[in-house]
C-alpha cells in the first residue's frame, strides 16, 4: 500500500505539488492522471526517496522508501526510461541489479521474457534500444525483485498501440494476483482502459480522485443551445461555470435536471442535455483541468 498524506514540494516560490494525500491500494490500479507539469514526476519522486518533500509524507508499506532494507523487493519503480547505463547490455544491467538486491540471476532471464525482450535484444546494448525497449527494460527491471508494488512514470511513453496493450495486461494481472500499481499517464485512455482508481491533478494540487466509474458518471452534463451566450448567462444566473467542449458545446458540473429547468425558465432552447460520463475520461480531463473557477467547482 502506498500513502501520501499532505505532500507539497516547493521549488522556490513555485508550488511543483501541492498538498496532495491519496493512497494505493492492494488489488488495484491507480492512474495518475495530469497535463504536463501538473506534479506526477515530483510526487512520484517523493514517494521513491528521490526528491525530499518540503512538507508531508509518503510511506509504502507504513515505511518511507528511504527507510526499507533491499527496497526493489517490495516495490519496482520506473520513473524514466533513460536511466539504464547506455553502454551495458540489457542482460547486465539486470544481471546487476539482480546482484545488488541478492536475486537468483535466473529470475534475469524470466524477466526479459515477462515484458518480451528477446535474446538478441537482450545482448544489445541499451544506446541502440528503442524508447519503446528502454520501457521495457525498464520494467524488467521493476520486475526483478517480485515487488508487491509498481511505481510507473509514464511507461506507456514510445511503446507501439500493441506494447500499450501487451502492457495492460501485464498491470492488470499484476494487481489481480493482489499487487498495488500506481501508473502516471497524459495518455487518458490508456489509463481508463487499465485504471481501477483514479487521482487526477493539476497545477500540483488533486482535481478529482476515485473510483474511476464513479468519477465517470458524475463528470457533468454536456449542453449545447441554439444561443450559447444566453446559455451561458443563464448558467451565470444559477452560479454555475461551463467549460468549453470540442464540438461547440459546454460540460457543467450539476445535474441536467437543474441546468434544463434553468434553460426552460429562460426559454432557452437546448440542442443537447446528456450525462458527459459517455465522452470517457478524456471530457473529465479537460473538463477538470480547463481552469481554477472548473477546479474550484468539482473540489
Ligand atoms: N528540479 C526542479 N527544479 C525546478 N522546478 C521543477 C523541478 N522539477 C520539476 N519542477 C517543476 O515542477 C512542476 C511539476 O513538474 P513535474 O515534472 O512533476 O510534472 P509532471 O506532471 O510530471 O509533468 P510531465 O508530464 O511534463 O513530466 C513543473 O512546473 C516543473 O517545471
Not at 491519496?22 to 506526477?40: D, H, I, R, S, Y
Not at 500506481?182 to 481508463?192: D, G, I, K
Not at 460520463?277 to 478524456?282: C, D, N
Request: hydrophobic share 40%; proline share 4%; aromatic share 4%.
Amino acid at each position: 500500500m502506498i500513502t501520501v498524506e499532505h505532500l507539497s514540494k516547493r521549488y522556490g516560490s513555485h508550488p511543483a505539488v501541492d498538498d496532495v494525500s491519496f493512497t494505493c491500494e492492494p488489488g488495484t490500479v491507480t492512474g495518475f492522471l495530469g497535463p504536463n507539469g501538473a506534479g506526477k514526476s515530483t510526487t512520484m519522486r517523493m514517494i521513491c526517496g528521490l526528491t525530499p518533500p518540503t512538507s508531508g509524507t509518503a510511506t509504502v508499506d507504513g515505511q518511507p522508501y528511504k527507510r526499507m532494507g533491499n527496497p526493489g523487493r517490495r516495490i519496482g519503480v520506473l520513473l524514466d526510461a533513460s536511466a539504464q547505463h547506455s553502454g551495458r547490455t540489457g542482460r547486465e544491467v539486470l544481471t546487476l541489479a539482480a546482484l545488488t538486491m541478492g536475486i537468483d540471476r535466473r529470475r534475469v532471464d524470466e524477466s526479459l521474457d515477462r515484458v518480451g525482450l528477446n535474446k538478441t535484444a537482450a545482448k544489445r546494448r541499451v544506446k541502440a534500444y528503442s524508447l519503446g525497449m528502454r520501457q521495457r527494460l525498464g520494467l524488467a527491471y521493476a520486475l526483478l525483485g517480485d515487488p508487491g508494488i509498481l511505481v510507473l512514470d509514464e511507461p506507456a511513453n514510445g511503446l507501439d498501440p500493441e506494447g500499450i496493450f501487451w502492457m495492460r495486461g501485464l498491470l492488470r494481472d499484476f494487481a489481480d494476483r493482489g499487487g498495488t500499481v500506481l501508473l502516471s499517464s497524459h495518455l487518458l485512455r490508456e489509463v481508463e482502459a487499465v485504471a481501477d482508481k483514479l487521482v487526477v491533478i493539476g497545477g500540483g494540487r488533486i482535481v478529482a480522485e476515485g473510483d474511476k466509474n464513479e468519477l465517470l458518471a458524475a463528470s457533468g452534463t454536456v449542453v449545447r443551445a441554439l444561443d450559447m451566450g444566453a446559455l451561458d448567462m443563464v448558467l451565470q444566473r444559477v452560479g454555475l461555470t461551463g467549460t468549453k467542449t470540442t464540438d461547440g458545446g459546454v460540460v457543467v458540473q450539476a445535474d441536467a435536471e437543474v441546468i434544463g429547468r434553468a434553460a426552460a425558465d429562460a426559454g432557452l432552447v437546448l440542442l443537447e442535455l446528456r450525462p458527459a460520463g459517455g465522452g470517457g475520461l478524456e471530457q473529465m480531463f479537460l473538463t477538470l483541468t480547463a481552469g481554477d473557477s472548473v477546479k474550484e467547482a468539482v473540489r
